[in-house]
């Protein structure tokens, strides 16, 4: 892809704007932590279009940005760690080439709530924790799904020339 650079860029621009309008609106009012994720869909869009190192790149500069412009150090280590979880998943469901984008992204949602959990047992020190671990199952499921429908629209719309949004089967 020529334009590589761009792409990250403003992929990476859109993720943090992404960010910045859901802690103005929080949807899940009640449930800690649980929010919709729609700059997750910025990592998944370019996880097809560029590639495993380039949505890595994404999220990590989104998630260190984001989190010192308008969270905390905590913020920032149970972000990372989810993303850091959910893109794995995504990558080894996409490589399997079995599963749809939408698929996909409901995986990476739950995995990213899990790899949080993770951080919060070990940061807290108390296991009883992983008894929201049901609500953020559902959590991840459903907003993956949401997340899912988005970056499928999104590959769609973008001009490549093949009607998928590049790489993989949308």
């Known amino acids: 892809m020529k334009d590589k650079v761009a792409y990250l860029g403003i992929f990476t ?3 943090m704007i992404l960010s910045y309008i859901e802690s103005l609106f929080p949807l899940f009012y009640g449930i800690p932590g649980v929010k919709l ?3 997750n869909s910025m990592s998944l869009v370019i996880l097809y279009l560029l590639g495993f ?8 500069v989104r998630i260190v940005l984001t989190g010192f412009l308008f969270g905390n150090l905590f913020s920032i280590f149970y972000s990372l760690a989810g993303a850091a979880l959910s893109l794995l998943v995504m990558l080894l469901m996409k490589g399997r080439r079995v599963f749809s984008i939408v698929g996909i992204s409901m995986a990476g949602g739950i995995a990213h ?5 993770i951080v919060a047992c070990f940061l ?3 296991l009883n924790l992983l008894y929201y671990l049901p609500v953020l199952l559902l ?3 459903l907003t993956g799904l949401l997340v899912g429908l988005l970056s499928r629209e999104i590959l769609r719309r973008l001009p490549d020339g093949s009607g998928r949004g590049g790489s993989g089967e949308a």
């Not at 190192?53 to 990590?60: F, M, N, R």
């Not at 709530?113 to 959990?117: A, D, E, H, R, W």
């Open 13 to 15: 621009a859109l993720a």
């Open 37 to 39: 994720g729609l700059a």
């Open 53 to 60: 190192p380039a949505a890595c790149l994404i999220s990590v």
């Open 113 to 117: 709530n899990i790899g949080q959990l």
């Open 124 to 126: 807290i020190e108390n």
């Open 139 to 141: 959590s991840g499921l």
